[in-house]
């Protein structure tokens, strides 16, 4: 696993806009490292190497464009990836799983997509396979993409420029975050499958 610091040093400014970008809307972005980019790279602006003035709005216009891309692939190609096979870019259950997530949560799903791994790559995809008006669909996005692009790259700027020990456990508070945003998904699924469980032993 390549140093989060290093990846982003090295990617410089287009990179970091290039890597929010594809995961928020470019159906093979789903294991592009979001969360700990982001606050990796507000932390890193704390440090002097970015300018928090052109990270944030970069990162915020990365991300808003990335998710409406994503919304006019799926308003336009999108049903056609429920029948594509598997591939080493492409997992069928992940269409499927943030298709029942947009479901279940209505437009309310694009902003909450934005804290979820996977899912807001895929999400924004959805909303265009269900012709979602896109003035609904950009309200969301936008107000998605202020709270996590600019939320958690503040967030690390933040705590980078207060608390003088945050060099020291930079990779311990990057384990955390990936954990945290993976929680949702992982109750999700442990959910999922005490259902089918459950269902099973009715249908017996």
Sequence with gaps: MLDMQTLITTAGYSGLFAIVFAESGLFFGFFLPGDSLLFT??????QGLFNIWILLPLLFVAAVLGDSVGYSFGKYVGPKLFTRSKSHFFKPH??????????????KAVFFARFLPIFRT???IVAGIARMPYHSFLMFNLIGA?????G?????????????????????????IILISLLPTLFGFHGKKKKVETDTVITE
């Design 41 to 46: 790279a507000g932390f890193l602006a704390s």
């Design 94 to 107: 992940h269409m499927e799983n943030a298709h029942e997530f947009f479901l279940q949560h209505g437009t």
């Design 122 to 124: 895929f999400v924004p």
């Design 146 to 150: 202020c709270a996590w692009a600019i």
């Design 152 to 176: 958690i790259t503040l967030l690390g700027f933040i705590l980078g420029s207060q608390v003088p020990q945050t060099a020291d456990y930079i990779h311990v508070i990057v384990v955390c």
